[in-house]
Structures are given as C-alpha cells and as structure tokens.
C-alpha cells in the first residue's frame, strides 16, 4: 500500500496517538483488513458471487475507570481524530467500572506474531474460476448419488485477513490468517417429504483441503440416508450424539465456566469449581496454540500470553474462562481468553478445545446402546443457562439391536445438563484438524419426544 498510514501496525499507533490527543489516560487499537471470495453455484450455473476487501479500525479509550468503544472503516488522519473525540467523550459520560482497564505491563505476552504456527497460506489466492469449479464438482458428485432429487446450493469460499493489536501499555502484535471452504446442501424426496443433509469442509492451507467430489459425495450420501424419516417413539432412552453434533453438547459446558456467567452468577456451573462435572479419566483441555488450526491465537485481545491448560482433569473443574475484566470482579488472575472485534470492549471466550477421546468406534457405542437414538442434527434449542435444563430439537436414525433401523425427524430430546455430562461415553473418532475436537457422545437415559 502506498500510503504508510494504511498499514495496520501504522494505523493501529495512529490511532493511540488520537486517543492521547483527546484526552484519553489510556487506549487500545484494532485493527482487521481482509480480503473474502465466495461463489454459489445450483443446477450447474452460477446463482452469487461476491468479493469483498475491507478494512475495520477499533479504538478503546479509558479516562480513569470508565470506557468507551468507537469503530469505523476510514482510515483518513482526520476521521481518526474525530474517532478519539468521540470516544473520550463517550467515556467521559460512562458509568464507572472498577474493573475496567488494560494490562499491565508485566502481564504481557512475550509473543507479538504467530511465527510457528502457521496461520496464513501464502500460495497465490484462488481465482473466482477456480473457486466456481470447486463447487460445480461438489455439487456434480452430489447430485450423482441415487436418491437426491435436486442440490439446494453448493459454495467454495476463500479469506484471507490480517489483525492488528496495539495498546498504550506497549503492546504491539499482529498476524495474518487464511481459510478455504467448500460445501455443499443436498436434498432427497419432493415436496413435504423432503429431507437435506449437507457436508462441509474448511481448512486454513489450500492443500490440504478435501476434494469438492469427496465432499459433494458425502453431502449426497448423508442426505440420501434421510429418505423417508418419521417420528421416532416417546420415551427414555439412550442417545448417542454424532461426532459432527457432540461439540455442542460440550459447548454448553464452555458456556456455563464463561467468566461473564460466573461473574454475573446467573451460571448452573457458579458452584461447581472443584468439583465433577465430567466422568473420571475424561479431560477437557484448551490449546490455543496448535499448530495450522483455525481457532490458533498467539495471544488474546488484551496482549497476554495463550498458553494450553486443562479446563477440567480427571472430570473435575479446574477454572473458569476469564479476560482481565472478569477475573478482577472474581478476584482472580486472566486466563489469557480475551477475545474482542473493533468495536466492542474485551470478553471472554475459549479457541482451541479437546476432549478426552474413548477407546470405541461410533458403530461400536451405537451397538452397545441396543435402542435409541443417534443424533445427526440438532434444530434450535431452549437451554435454562442458570438451571441447566437442556431441549433441543433433533434428527438422526433410530436404532434397534445396535443397528440403523430408520430416519427420524420431528423429535425433541431433553434432560439437565449436569446429569447428562456426568453420563457421556465418548467415541473415538474426533477430527484432528478442528479446532474443538469432540468424539461422538453416548448419554444414556434422555427424555425423547416423538411419535
């Protein structure tokens, strides 16, 4: 770029720079430019392409224990000035927070890039061509699976952004990341007795993306397994959620050890450190710094170090997800989780998580549960986040005598998260390159709603 203040390490010190000016005691920038392409094919034409480039400032300034965000998309000098303006007087008229404030100094990552971990593909960006004939063979090998009667739409995408943080407590670290994408929604049946599965695949390097027809199968194949789904019987029964569904059911445990639950109390896991949560010998462990993975940071939005730590051991609790707001109103250190975009303050949130896997395959739990239900997609959801009672809508397959008996749709499943966690038996068959890495889930005795 020809213009140095476009520079996101340039821009990011401008920035405070405006902040000082106005009248700011201290401040933190943002800033993300990026680059995105996606194409949409359907019946072998063209239906939406779209690229986009642009560029997003955020600046935090604090005037004693209160704060205020602004954001904007102009990187001209006299927009940033007005930014500033804005900004410290917005603080000026914002409630006090005790907990409010940057890092430290001392707390400080060492780590300013992401050197090592390998976050960005620096092979050419693919052209709009190229990215249309990934998902015309997708959606080719979709539609040549028997039983689909039409593909609902097949997409590749391509991003590529660079982030840039810096702080008037002396951090300055950025790092740039790329992702690739291909997916693809097929449909089998005709008019009420439709039913859709899809497949979908996302990587940070190009080359090590699957190929469109191994994905345009998959989503063919999946969708073509759900002719003539029905309800399945009422009752308890056990259910065993598939390896692309389990992650949510982990997530709900993520979710009630966020800092901003714990901290406003309104968590069905407030009480719950040291305590078991999980089956014994099963860990769930945070790794932010794996490497060519999605979720990778090399540090959080406050300038601290990321760093691996188990969640919980042994099925006992170890901590909770804290930014450095969180962890003041607790009384306890960050964990280094801050997460932020331009315009809004920190908050806490994981990256990288995995769960202990099992010693079984999926087909191996499905025969040990005899009768039940195996989960392939869950459809909306009515979790109490202070109580922990869980409902979710769900499709998948009945099983009997451990095997597929038959699709199944229209059905709700319940329970308390806190029992059903406690209940988990976990396959063996998470997805190394994801970032959350969760096996398939057995849970015995869940309530089923259906016919």
């Not at 600046?59 to 209160?66: A, H, M, P, Q, T």
């Not at 994905?215 to 065993?240: D, M, N």
């Not at 549960?369 to 195996?374: D, E, K, N, Q, R």
């Amino acid at each position: 770029m020809s213009d140095p203040i476009l520079c996101p390490d340039t821009l990011a010190q401008a920035l405070l720079d405006a902040a000082r000016a106005a009248g700011a005691e201290s401040a933190d920038a943002m800033v993300i430019e990026g680059t995105s392409v996606s194409i949409d094919v359907r019946g072998g034409r063209l239906e939406h392409a779209e690229r986009a480039e642009g560029l997003d400032i955020g600046l935090r300034v604090l005037v004693g224990r209160r704060q205020a965000c602004v954001s904007s998309s102009d990187a001209r000098p006299e927009t940033l000035a007005v930014m500033a303006e804005r900004a410290v007087a917005m603080a000026r008229e914002a409630p006090e927070d005790p907990h409010a404030g940057l890092a430290d100094p001392a707390q400080l990552s060492a780590r300013r890039d992401a050197e090592g971990l390998e976050l960005l593909d620096t092979s050419p960006e693919p052209d709009p061509a190229m990215l249309e004939e990934d998902a015309r063979r997708a959606e080719e090998a979709a539609r040549g699976v028997a039983g689909i009667s039409q593909i609902d739409q097949a997409s590749a995408a391509y991003s590529r952004r660079q982030v840039f943080l810096a702080a008037s407590n002396g951090f300055a670290g950025g790092y740039g990341r790329t992702s690739r994408h291909i997916s693809c929604v097929a449909i089998t049946g005709e008019g009420t007795a439709m039913e859709r599965d899809w497949a979908s695949e996302g990587r940070i390097f190009q080359a090590d993306l699957p190929s469109p027809e191994s994905i345009g199968q998959q989503a063919g194949e999946r969708a073509a397994a759900r002719a003539g789904s029905r309800k399945p019987p009422s009752g308890a029964y056990p259910v065993l959620y598939d390896e692309r569904v389990a992650a949510s059911l982990i997530g709900h445990l993520t979710s009630a050890i966020n800092g901003t639950s714990i901290a406003r109390g309104s968590s069905w896991l407030r009480d719950a450190l040291g305590q078991a949560v999980l089956p014994a010998g099963i860990d769930l462990i945070e790794d932010p710094l794996r490497m060519r993975i999605a979720g990778t940071r090399p540090f959080d939005a406050e300038g601290l170090a990321t760093a691996r730590r188990h969640l919980v051991r042994n099925g006992v609790l170890q901590g909770w997800v804290l930014d450095l707001a969180t962890g003041r109103k607790l009384g306890m250190e960050s964990t280094g989780n801050a997460s932020r975009g331009p315009s809004a303050p920190p908050s806490p949130s994981l990256s990288n998580t995995a769960l202990t896997q099992g010693s079984q395959s999926r087909d191996d739990l499905m025969r040990d549960m005899g009768t039940g239900l195996l989960i392939t997609s869950l459809i909306g959801s009515t979790i109490n986040p202070t109580t922990g009672d869980y409902s979710r809508g769900a499709s998948g397959f009945w099983v009997e005598n451990g095997q597929i008996a038959y699709p199944v749709n229209e059905c709700t499943i319940a329970g308390s998260l806190r029992e059903m966690l406690m209940r988990i038996i976990p396959a063996n068959d998470a997805r190394a390159y994801l970032s959350t890495q969760v096996p398939s889930l057995l849970v015995e005795g869940l309530t089923i709603a259906g016919a």
